[in-house]
């Protein structure tokens, strides 16, 4: 009698503990990616890989969230890290991450969102990543400016072309503060002449790609007396 007890209580105790999430529980590890609009963007963790693409609806229509999930399950109490495949490591010996094409991603900041544990302590694994589209600066090369007023524009962002301070030269390239977003179109035009000269644009305008532009060329002249 006193056996079948104690037998009675340790599987008691043990069908306890796997309903707590211990002892042979497997857990999927997994997540969501926002606003994956290009694929593929690819998640490591524990030497495994999951190449994610952007989900569409039946009419094509991209998804503002795609879930993912890795292929093999980690058993309790094994640790996990998610991130992005790293290719390389730059100058100063940050890494560097895979990213899909035309998109910067990286962890949601969100508070509660987490991309390394234990498996186990959360019921969930649901480690989100956050993508935007890339953007770039555009800019380009300055010939015969010599007098002040110039100033350029692209969409609404202003870019007065100021003497350097140090040397009082007039610049021979310039760059806009604002980036703009990939796919989007950009347009220079000279808002202001500079005093007795008459600036033109050249390839001022076109569709952002995936690096900076830098062929944009401001050619300036000397009015005539």
Do not use: W
């Amino acid at each position: 009698m006193k056996k079948s007890i104690l037998a009675l209580c340790a599987l008691t105790l043990a069908a306890g503990l796997s309903a707590c999430g211990a002892g042979s529980s497997d857990y999927t590890i997994g997540g969501t990616v926002v606003n994956l609009q290009f694929g593929p963007l690819v998640l490591v963790t524990n030497g495994m890989e999951v190449a994610i693409q952007p989900q569409t609806d039946a009419n094509g229509k991209i998804a503002s969230s795609t879930s993912y999930s890795f292929p093999n399950q980690l058993k309790y109490g094994e640790t996990y890290n998610i991130t992005m495949k790293p290719i390389g490591t730059d100058a100063g010996g940050a890494t560097i991450y895979q990213q899909p094409p035309h998109q910067i991603c990286g962890p949601s900041t969100a508070a509660g969102n987490v991309t390394a544990d234990t498996a186990g302590r959360l019921s969930v694994i649901n480690a989100v990543f956050i993508c935007t589209l890339a953007s770039h600066t555009i800019g380009g090369t300055i010939t015969g400016l010599a007098a002040d007023g110039l100033t350029l524009n692209n969409g609404g962002s202003k870019l007065p072309v100021v003497k350097d301070a140090t040397t009082g030269a007039y610049p021979t390239s310039f760059t806009f503060p604002t980036a703009v977003t990939y796919k989007q179109t950009y347009g220079v035009t000279v808002l202001d002449q500079p005093t007795g000269q008459t600036c033109r644009v050249a390839n001022g305008a076109g569709e952002m790609g995936d690096e900076n532009i830098t062929s944009i060329s401001i050619t300036c002249t000397t009015n005539p007396t």
